[in-house]
Nanobody
Framework: QVQLVESGGGLVQTGGSLRLSCVAS????????MAWYRQPPGKQRELVAG???????NYVDSVKGRFTISRDNAKNTVYLEMNSLKPEDTAVYYC?????????WGQGTQVTVSS
């Protein structure tokens, strides 16, 4: 059974940077679409960025130019590099794996950006 474990969240000031990591157990990582979602307080979960197994990426407009998603298939890991952070980026960030109709979620990591 695939499991995802996120790390790298924390408290940062406006304009700061964080790097989130998500490690997947199992052998299907390299065949999977990976994504980062976030859920701000009192709001719905939204897609932040996604990366295909071939490396194609997509981003929500609000993070374009500031966030970068990448993956290392040898390490079964997907990253989210977040720069120029804003208070509105405050949320619980979740890693998601999609493969052959299966969707797996991590437990989430809190990112808090102070003004």
């Amino acid at each position: 059974q695939v499991q995802l474990v996120e790390s790298g969240g924390g408290l940062v000031q406006t304009g700061g940077s964080l790097r989130l990591s998500c490690v997947a157990s199992g052998s299907i990582f390299s065949f999977s679409f990976m994504a980062w979602y976030r859920q701000p307080p009192g709001k719905q979960r939204e897609l932040v960025a996604g990366i295909s197994r071939g490396g194609s990426t997509n981003y929500v407009d609000s993070v374009k130019g500031r966030f970068t998603i990448s993956r290392d298939n040898a390490k079964n890991t997907v990253y989210l590099e977040m720069n120029s952070l804003k208070p509105e980026d405050t949320a619980v960030y979740y890693c998601n794996l999609q493969q052959l109709g299966r969707s797996v979620w991590g437990q989430g990591t809190q990112v808090t950006v102070s003004s």
